[in-house]
């Protein structure tokens, strides 16, 4: 696949909020890198967007660079947005997070078909307040 093949489909991708998931392979894998926790095909990878973006959080992904090569691409930014739900064991606290974000997308036919999500969840749990990031020290 060509770099500017990649282009297109990552752009298509992000341009769509994380909502279009068509260039998704039908066995696409999200991993979480902090956790290792993967999620597998198109509806595994949906729920978890849904989850982060919509569900935990009213949030988006603020593109601060996109580095693109033939079947693959970085996206360097930040997860932006309010929590609004329980997100590792804390209830909505409301507050409002900015947190740093890579990931790195790996294309096949076409298709992303991996992507490894790099976000700084000991940033994210500061953000939501010292009291919530104890109790989520303490669970551990």
Known sequence: MSVERTRE???????S??????????D??????????EHHGVEGVRRMLDYIYHTAFEA?????SRIYAENQA???GEFVGT????????????????????????????KISRGRVYMQVPVLLKQ?????????????
């Not at 489909?9 to 341009?15: A, F, M, P």
């Not at 909020?17 to 039908?26: E, Q, R």
């Not at 988006?60 to 601060?64: D, I, L, V």
């Not at 997100?87 to 790996?106: E, S």
């Open 28 to 37: 696409v894998v999200f991993t979480n890198m902090a956790t290792g926790e």
């Open 74 to 76: 970085v996206l360097e």
């Open 17 to 26: 909020g994380h909502k279009d998931l068509s260039m998704m392979s039908d």
């Open 83 to 110: 929590h609004i739900g329980t997100f590792a064991g804390i209830p909505a606290t409301q507050r409002k997070v900015r947190v740093p974000l890579c990931v790195v997308y790996d294309l096949e036919a076409g």
């Open 60 to 64: 988006s992904a603020e593109t601060r």
């Open 128 to 140: 939501l307040g010292s009291e919530a990031a104890e109790r989520e020290a303490a669970k551990r």
């Open 9 to 15: 489909t990552i752009d298509r991708y992000l341009n």
